[in-house]
């Protein structure tokens, strides 16, 4: 009898091992979730791309910088050469860096355009930090709305971006590639942040109509949590996904893979409320 449970207990380990390794059906069940994922915020980026063109640029053709102002009373300020300079940088730049992002990160044109890869990607970063250094200048030099807690936490996406930036580039010219390839997805994260305000503000928006918001100032519980969840939870959710997809079970693989199905529903949904309430009207 004592041989038999030892016997018992030595086979335990491998069977519980067994169930704990992803089968080959979960692993790209995971693999194509996230690609679905990134396929879907592609799409809704460059929605909000054209956007920016049509609607910034109208008003920029129209009447020059002092066209933004009618919309924002702080986009210009007569005088202000650094700061209106800044506001240009900041949204021409973040047009680049939008378009240059999705197409950084898209594995068919590293592998049959690698020089484009290296050419975008060096512009890639350098508008990052560019567009991060102005959103800097205009946040603490005019302000913005939500006052104090929305500064520090467009403030620390910046810091973000940048240190991100660097890590990204410092990876590349060591050749740690695997390191290179993850930091280049945090930085993706970081910089679609102005994007998941928007997004995730405008699904808020169908869903509660707007509780926890102060519209008079921008002030509230919800915009408050926003400012930092933009770009936190993203993050996070990534580092999850990552960190499943290399050491998971086939339970935490199946798990996370329904996550990000969610996070693609609700992607979905909030491109969908914002382009519909938000930008579409602007460039109609």
């Excluded at 009618?70 to 680049?96: C, P, Q, S, T």
């Excluded at 560019?130 to 620390?156: D, F, P, Y």
């Excluded at 910046?158 to 993850?182: N, P, V």
Aim: proline share 3%; hydrophobic share 55%.
């Amino acid at each position: 009898m004592l041989s038999e449970v030892v016997l018992d207990q030595n086979a335990m380990p491998e069977a519980s091992t067994a169930t704990k390794s992803p089968a080959l059906w979960q692993r790209k069940l995971l693999s194509n979730a996230g690609r679905a994922w990134f396929a879907v915020a592609f799409l809704g980026q460059w929605i909000f791309v054209a956007y920016v063109v049509l609607h910034y640029g109208g008003m920029l053709l129209e009447n020059g910088l002092a066209g933004w102002s009618v919309e924002n009373k702080n986009a210009y300020v007569a005088g202000d050469w650094l700061g209106n300079m800044a506001m240009l940088a900041h949204i021409a730049l973040a047009v680049i860096v939008l378009v240059g992002g999705s197409l950084q990160l898209m594995p068919a044109v590293r592998s049959h355009w690698p020089k484009f890869h290296r050419i975008n990607g060096r512009v890639y970063i350098v508008g990052a930090v560019v567009t991060s250094v102005a959103g800097l200048i205009l946040v603490w030099g005019r302000g913005t709305v939500g006052g104090v807690v929305m500064q520090w936490g467009i403030s620390l996406n910046a810091l973000l971006i940048i240190g991100f930036a660097g890590l990204t580039i410092y990876c590349a010219m060591q050749r740690r590639l695997a390191e290179h390839q993850r930091w280049a997805l945090r930085l993706f994260m970081v910089v679609s942040a102005v994007w998941f305000f928007r997004i995730t503000f405008m699904l808020w928006m169908v869903l509660t109509g707007g509780a926890g918001v102060n519209f008079e100032d921008f002030t509230g519980p919800f915009p408050y949590t926003l400012v930092f969840a933009q770009y936190l939870v993203p993050l996070f959710l990534l580092e999850l996904f990552q960190w499943v997809k290399a050491k998971g079970t086939g339970v935490a693989t199946c798990a996370m893979a329904f996550t990000v199905m969610l996070c693609i529903l609700l992607t979905l949904a909030g491109v969908g409320a914002a382009t519909v309430a938000m930008w579409l009207p602007k460039v109609l």
